[in-house]
C-alpha cells in the first residue's frame, strides 16, 4: 500500500509539471510570437526589451519543468524497461538543455540588439550578421529541443501503453501526437515550411492536447491501481 500511494505521489507530481510546463510554454511562445521574424530585424529585440526578458523567464522554466517530468515517472516506469525509462529522463534533460542555452541565445541577442541602436552607422553592418546568425543557431537549438521532447515523450508513452499506467487510448492518441510532430520537424528541417507556420501549428496540436489530457489525469486520478500492482510484483 505504501508503495502504491509513493507512485501516486510521483504521478501527481509529474501531472502538475505537465501542466506548468504546458503554461510556461504558451505564456512563451504568444511573447516570442508577438515578434515578426527576429532574425531579419535585429531592432525588435531592445524595442521590446520587457517581452524578451518575461518570455525567455518562462523558457527557462519550462525547460527547468521539461527537465523535471521525466524524473519522478523513472522509479515506477523502470520497473518495466529500465532502458527506456533511462533513455526518457536523459532526452529530457537534453531538451532542458537547450531551452537553456536559447535562452542565453535570446539575452545575447538583446544586447546585441541594444548595442546595434547604438553603434554608428559604419559599424552596424557587424552587428546584422551577428544578430543572423545568433538567430539561425536559435532555430537550431529550438529545432534539437523539441526533437528530443518527442522521444523522450515518445520512450515514456510506449511504457505507458505496455503497462496501462492510464488508459490505453490516452497513451495511443499520445503516439499518434508524437509522429506526427517528429514528421513536422522532419519537414521543418529540410526547408519544406518553417516552425512558426500554420501548419507546423496543427501538428503540434495533437501533442498540446495529449499533454493536457495526461497532465490532468495524473493529478486527478493518478495511474492505474492495478497496472502499479503488477509493476510493483516484478
Known amino acids: 500500500m505504501d508503495s502504491i500511494q509513493s507512485y501516486q505521489k510521483q504521478a501527481r507530481a509529474s501531472g502538475m509539471l505537465f501542466l506548468i510546463a504546458i503554461l510556461t510554454g504558451i505564456i512563451g511562445a504568444v511573447l516570442f510570437g508577438g515578434l515578426s521574424n527576429f532574425g531579419a530585424d535585429i531592432t525588435q529585440f531592445s ?18 519543468t521539461c527537465a523535471s517530468i521525466a524524473i519522478p515517472l523513472y522509479p515506477i516506469m523502470k520497473k518495466q524497461n529500465q532502458p527506456m525509462a533511462l533513455a526518457a529522463v536523459s532526452f529530457r534533460l537534453l531538451e532542458s538543455v537547450s531551452h537553456i542555452f536559447n535562452v542565453i541565445l535570446f539575452l545575447v541577442l538583446l544586447n546585441v ?26 532555430d537550431s537549438l529550438s529545432l534539437i529541443g523539441t526533437i528530443c521532447f518527442n522521444i523522450g515523450a515518445l520512450m515514456y508513452s510506449l511504457i505507458i501503453y505496455q503497462t496501462k499506467l492510464l488508459p490505453r487510448w490516452m497513451a495511443s492518441f499520445a503516439l499518434v501526437g508524437i509522429f506526427l510532430a517528429l514528421m513536422n520537424q522532419i519537414l521543418v528541417f529540410f526547408g519544406v515550411y518553417t516552425d512558426s507556420s500554420i501548419i507546423a ?22 495511474f492505474n491501481v492495478e497496472a502499479i500492482q503488477q509493476l510493483d510484483q516484478k
Request: hydrophobic letters at 45%; charged letters at 10%.
Open 201 to 222: 501549428t496543427m501538428f503540434h496540436l495533437p501533442t498540446l492536447v495529449y499533454e493536457l489530457i495526461f497532465g490532468f489525469t495524473m493529478v486527478i486520478k493518478g
Open 113 to 138: 540588439s541594444s548595442e546595434y541602436a547604438a553603434s554608428e552607422v559604419s559599424n552596424q553592418s557587424y552587428y546584422v550578421i551577428l544578430n543572423s546568425t545568433l538567430s539561425d543557431l536559435s
Open 47 to 64: 524595442e521590446n526589451r520587457l517581452k524578451i526578458l518575461f518570455g525567455s523567464f518562462m523558457i527557462l522554466l519550462m525547460g527547468i
